[in-house]
């Protein structure tokens, strides 16, 4: 028992088994081998290591974004003057990477909380019983006014009217705003933090240079009316109505190269629907909010409100970076050294089930024994150490037993070898 477990532990620790390989001369099989081989290779080749860039590691950035807008707005509206500075015309104040800028508004001034008549063409009565009760919009009081044919209404009075928007757009002038980003990102994993301000971006250059795609596209200045323009839309049909713009900032950084290179990219995409739809296509037109400014007149608390048309920028920063790492480059040359074994595979099915000559394959691929036969040969095998049998015996003695039991023959190769040994040692 312990000779066994010890021949056994000894296998196991200084034994190597390998596959038994055949090699077929065919034109055909070889021919599809290599191409499937040489598919696989350009698979590894271009699309993991080249497009893929299999044999980096990535990693996203912690980003932060600071905005700020310049430009001063002019209108004149009944003979009233008004100048808007960036005070007036950015929600909220700036300095968010999400914000809006108007361009549009209707202002209705000097509302005082009391009742007043709704607007003509809204809860129309024509007597008291019509305006019982109350909505989410409007709380009427169950009176019916004469003058208008509405209802009555406890509210900010007089009532706001938005029925029609100002075209063209009050704020026309906001196309020549500039919008000024600062972005700052952090690799954590390689320990790289870069800002859009990049080299050769200082106070001279910013002072003069404005966005362009392809004469000046690492600048931090944007024009509203190219950022409108650059994303699709007409300046003056989003500017009347509202609409919502984004602008993704891009870091795609290589750090395998020096890190002067990482630099941003700036693209622009109009987020509010497609501007080549005309208006009623769409159910919501537009960005639009409301907001007030209250103020006490005669100890009255009063307010202007203002529904405010504009265009919202939604700052986006997008960022992945790559490095050269061992264990990637690893782990994607493992990976297409095993898919390499689809080529034997499909070889494989070729030669033993789709060639004529398959049995002929499947003869030569697997060998099979029998299990009387195996102990014929372990029981010579016993025979030969037990009684010191040569070797040219033994082989001789092992070749009479397969032939008496008929697994020998002309076409047993196992056979013949044994034959040929015990002749060569006998001569």
Request: aromatic share 10%; glycine share 8%; hydrophobic share 35%.
């Amino acid at each position: 028992m312990k000779s066994h477990i010890t021949n056994a532990l000894s296998d196991f620790f200084f034994e190597y088994e390998t596959p038994r390989q055949v090699l077929v001369r065919n034109r055909r099989v070889g021919v599809v081998c290599r191409l499937i081989q040489l598919g696989v290779l350009a698979y590894i080749i271009g699309w993991v290591f080249i497009y893929e860039k299999g044999y980096q590691s990535t990693d996203k950035a912690v980003s932060s974004v600071f905005t700020k807008m310049k430009g001063v707005g002019y209108t004149s509206i009944n003979g009233t003057e008004r100048v808007w500075d960036v005070a007036d015309y950015v929600f909220p104040p700036q300095g968010d990477s999400s914000f809006v800028i108007m361009t549009n508004y209707i202002i209705t001034e000097g509302q005082k909380m009391g009742k007043c008549p709704e607007l003509r063409g809204k809860h129309s009565c024509s007597s008291n019983s019509d305006c019982e009760g109350g909505s989410f919009k409007r709380e009427m009081t169950g009176v019916c006014v004469n003058a208008t044919k509405t209802c009555e209404v406890l509210a900010w009075c007089p009532v706001e009217n938005d029925h029609n928007i100002p075209d063209p757009p009050l704020l026309m002038s906001a196309e020549n705003y500039t919008l000024f980003i600062k972005n700052s990102v952090t690799f954590p994993i390689f320990g790289v933090s870069r800002s859009n301000l990049v080299e050769g971006i200082d106070g001279d250059y910013i002072s003069k240079c404005l966005h362009h795609p392809q004469d000046a596209p690492l600048c931090p200045i944007f024009r509203l009316g190219d950022i409108v323009t650059l994303s699709g839309f007409n300046f003056e049909t989003i500017a009347r109505v509202g609409g919502a713009i984004g602008i993704v900032v891009d870091w795609t950084c290589n750090l395998d190269v020096n890190v002067k290179h990482c630099k941003p990219q700036y693209n622009f995409h109009g987020l509010y629907g497609n501007p080549t739809e005309t208006d009623k296509a769409r159910a919501s037109v537009g960005y639009n909010f409301r907001y007030a400014k209250h103020y006490l007149e005669n100890g009255t608390d009063t307010r202007t409100l203002l529904k405010v048309f504009g265009i919202r920028l939604d700052i986006i920063v997008n960022s992945l970076a790559r490095k050269f790492d061992i264990i990637p480059t690893l782990t994607a040359i493992g990976s297409g050294v095993g898919i390499f074994g689809v080529a034997t595979v499909v070889c494989d099915l070729v030669l033993l089930y789709v060639l004529p000559k398959r049995e002929f394959y499947k003869n030569m691929k697997f060998k099979q024994t029998d299990t009387h036969e195996q102990n014929i040969s372990l029981y010579l095998q016993h025979d030969r150490e037990s009684l010191g049998l040569e070797t040219s015996t033994y082989y001789t003695l092992e070749a009479n037993a397969r032939q008496v039991q008929g697994t020998g023959g002309p076409d047993d190769r196992d056979s013949e070898a044994c034959s040929t040994e015990t002749d060569l040692s006998k001569k």
